[in-house]
């Protein structure tokens, strides 16, 4: 008898970071902001996601009540800046558990404001998708923070390929219900 026959080379079609940017890019599809649409989410050193959020208002508040326009023609006060809960604070806020040594996968590189609660909470590392307001100053000082916290910082990729080999993967599980 071949013992061996059943021993297949096989290997895992994602990496741990490609995994948990697509569930941070996941949790992004649950945001209503008609305009800017982020993901996170906080991962334990054995890799075990803690927590997840998007941005979105206050939980439980009268949605219809609030702006989502970002127009500065109407003042701060109408505009969604003021009221949006962003990604990385509302998971922050929905955790049930300590977040210190966590790594946290955002979808767009946090703001000073995040900054400051992730590294209170003592996050190891933030881990981004897209740097796209890097000129910015709230970007600027956010990096100022996690440098000064010692919080490392990296950007992880997510191809195309990938995303089409998770279609694929996707369109087969629905052919076999
Ligand atoms: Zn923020």
């Known amino acids: 008898m071949n013992k061996?026959?059943?021993h297949i080379?096989?290997?895992?079609?994602?990496?741990?970071?490609e995994y948990f940017?697509?569930?941070a890019m996941i949790a992004s599809f649950r945001s209503k902001d008609p305009s800017?649409?982020?993901g996170s989410v906080f991962v334990d050193e054995n890799n075990h996601q803690i927590t997840m959020g998007y941005n979105g208002f206050i939980a439980g508040i009268d949605e219809?009540?609030?702006?989502?326009?970002?127009?500065?023609s109407v003042g701060t006060e109408n505009?969604?800046?003021?009221?949006?809960?962003?990604?990385?604070?509302?998971?922050?806020?929905?955790?049930?558990?300590?977040?210190?040594?966590?790594r946290c996968y955002v979808t767009l590189f946090p703001c000073n404001e995040c900054a400051k609660l992730i590294?209170?909470?003592?996050?190891?590392?933030?881990?981004?998708?897209?740097d796209k307001h890097q000129d910015k100053d709230h970007t600027i000082m956010a990096k100022r923070i996690f440098d000064l916290v010692g919080?490392?910082?990296?950007?992880?990729?997510v191809t195309k390929e990938l995303i089409s080999r998770l279609n694929e993967h996707l369109g087969a599980q629905l052919l076999e219900i």
């Open 36 to 38: 800017t649409k982020v």
């Open 79 to 102: 505009q969604k800046y003021g009221y949006v809960v962003h990604a990385e604070a509302n998971a922050i806020l929905h955790a049930k558990g300590d977040l210190s040594g966590t």
């Open 21 to 23: 940017m697509l569930q």
């Open 151 to 157: 919080i490392k910082y990296r950007q992880v990729e």
């Open 4 to 6: 061996t026959v059943n």
């Open 64 to 72: 219809k009540a609030l702006p989502w326009g970002k127009d500065s």
């Open 9 to 17: 080379d096989v290997k895992s079609p994602l990496s741990w970071d």
């Open 119 to 130: 590294a209170s909470k003592k996050v190891s590392e933030v881990i981004y998708l897209s």
